[in-house]
């Protein structure tokens, strides 16, 4: 079964950087095209926030565009999620998983990242 470790998350004020990194036991990144970082906020479903494919190609949603880098480094099995200038709206659980999702892939734990004002 593949696992997702994500961490990195904590408090940061509003305009701060933060950078969240996702491990993966296996090699998920080669075995699937797309991968990405998800969010959720309280009383809200799982939102894509950015991909990137294995070739690099990346994708954000329009709230975190020119604020939020996707990055993987293969060799680690690792995948990065760099927040810079956060909004108060960036307060959320976030989580890695696969673009489109698989019902072969569990959700991890996530790691909550609070913007506080």
């Known amino acids: 079964q593949v696992q997702l470790v994500e961490s990195g998350g904590g408090l940061v004020q509003v305009g701060g950087s933060l950078k969240l990194s996702c491990a993966a036991s296996?090699?998920?990144?080669?075995?699937?095209?797309?991968m990405g970082w998800y969010r959720q906020a309280p009383g809200k479903q799982h939102e894509l926030v950015a991909s990137?494919?294995?070739?690099?190609?990346?994708d954000y949603a329009d709230s975190v565009k020119g604020r939020f880098t996707i990055s993987r480094d293969g060799r680690k099995n690792t995948m990065y999620l760099q927040i810079e200038n956060a909004k108060l709206e960036d307060t959320a659980v976030y989580f890695c998983?696969?673009?489109?999702?698989?019902?072969?892939?569990?959700w991890g734990q996530g790691t909550q990242v609070t913007v506080s004002s």
């Open positions: 998983n696969v673009n489109p999702l698989s019902p072969h892939v569990a």
């Open positions: 296996t090699g998920i990144f080669i075995e699937y095209n797309n």
């Open positions: 990137i494919t294995k070739f690099g190609r990346t």
